[in-house]
């Protein structure tokens, strides 16, 4: 194989990687909302997440 030809399938190969990333929440709030919003109904919750000191936390919480 070339280098041209390399350079070639390498540029069709990077034009399927996606140029950018939509990091909003717009489409889960949509979805959110169209489910009738049930965080809203939900009772008080602690979310503790991490690698380590999970249970410490959760002990002290």
Not at 19 to 40: A, V
């Amino acid at each position: 194989m070339t280098t041209l030809a390399a350079d070639r399938e390498i540029e069709s190969l990077m034009s399927l990687h996606p140029k950018g990333f939509d990091l909003s929440l717009d489409r889960i709030s949509r979805l959110l909302e169209r489910l009738g919003n049930p965080q809203d109904h939900l009772p008080p919750v602690i979310h503790i997440a991490g690698t380590n000191g999970k249970g410490s936390c959760a002990a002290f919480s």
